[in-house]
């Protein structure tokens, strides 16, 4: 029997379908996210669909402190976190100057505070352990200058900058980190950031994919994991190629509503 996973942003898009494909394979789950009704009817689903353990937890994850609620839950329950997927994140659209700055900061906390808090605690389990998996949502807006998205896309490049290096020191430890980058995706993340309507995710890969590609390159032990082989084509054998000015434009003009 496979173990727990603990999943960020489980009440929809991606996360949610994370929670769908370990239930499949028997693994139980703790769920969190803020909306309780929705964890409620995945909580529900699943037990009876796969007859497997669910806990859930609705919390706001870029509230000080939430990581450590998050764990202290999970301890109280004694349940040993096997595979943690960090996936809860955000965007937000418009230029930096004229955005709410409370909005971007509560981002940070979220797309990267929260993220490296959970890590931190999960990891000493883990490592007691000597085994583990992780898997960080990142995007391919991680490894572009993102005008009109510049919090969002610098806090995916911190989050696959955090997950190279990690991969690095846990060598040899049987804990196994990946990075996820997605394209664009057809979930609610296009309405939170604003960006309703954009042709980018007309065009988008349907969360189920997304979140296979994911799990599937988790176990297979990549780095870095694309969900769409025209993106992982763009970033590694074009990007290096184009100059950071034209790049900025290009992003910018993708990005124009
Ligand atoms: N969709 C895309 O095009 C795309 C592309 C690349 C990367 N990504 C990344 O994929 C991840 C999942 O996003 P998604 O596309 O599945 O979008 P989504 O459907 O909007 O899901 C976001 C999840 O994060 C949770 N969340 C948001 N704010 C939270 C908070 N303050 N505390 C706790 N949970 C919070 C949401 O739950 P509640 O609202 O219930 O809290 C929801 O479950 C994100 O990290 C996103 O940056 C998405």
């Not at 603990?6 to 139980?28: C, P």
């Not at 065009?203 to 599937?216: D, E, F, H, V």
């Amino acid at each position: 029997m496979i173990g727990t996973a603990l999943i960020t942003g489980a009440s929809s898009g991606i996360g949610k379908e994370f929670a769908k494909i370990h239930a499949q394979k028997g693994g139980n789950l703790v769920l969190v996210a803020r909306r309780e009704n929705n964890l409620l009817e995945l909580q529900e689903q699943l037990i009876k669909e796969f007859k497997i353990q669910v806990e859930i937890l609705s919390i706001d994850l870029s509230a000080e402190g939430a990581a450590k609620k998050v764990y202290a839950f999970t301890q109280e329950k004694n349940i040993f976190i096997s595979y943690l997927f960090n996936n809860a994140g955000f965007g937000g659209h418009g230029k930096f100057i004229d955005r709410d700055l409370a909005i971007d900061n509560q981002m940070i906390h979220l797309n990267v505070i929260a993220l490296v808090e959970l890590t931190h605690l999960y990891l000493q389990d883990m490592r007691k352990h000597k085994e583990g998996w992780i898997l960080n949502t990142a995007s391919t807006a991680g490894f572009l200058p993102g005008p009109l998205q510049a919090t969002y896309f610098a806090t995916k490049a911190f989050v696959i900058s955090f997950t190279k290096a990690l991969r690095q020191e846990l060598k040899g430890s049987g804990i196994h980190i990946s990075a996820l980058c997605p394209g664009p995706v057809k979930t609610e993340f296009e309405k939170v950031a604003g960006m309703d309507g954009s042709d980018m995710f007309a065009k988008g890969a349907s969360a189920n994919s997304t979140a296979l590609k994911g799990y599937n390159g988790l176990m297979n032990r990549k780095l870095i994991i694309f969900d769409q082989v025209s993106y992982n084509f763009l970033i590694k054998c074009l990007l290096p190629f184009v100059p950071n000015s034209l790049l900025s434009k290009i992003v910018e003009k993708i990005q124009t509503i």
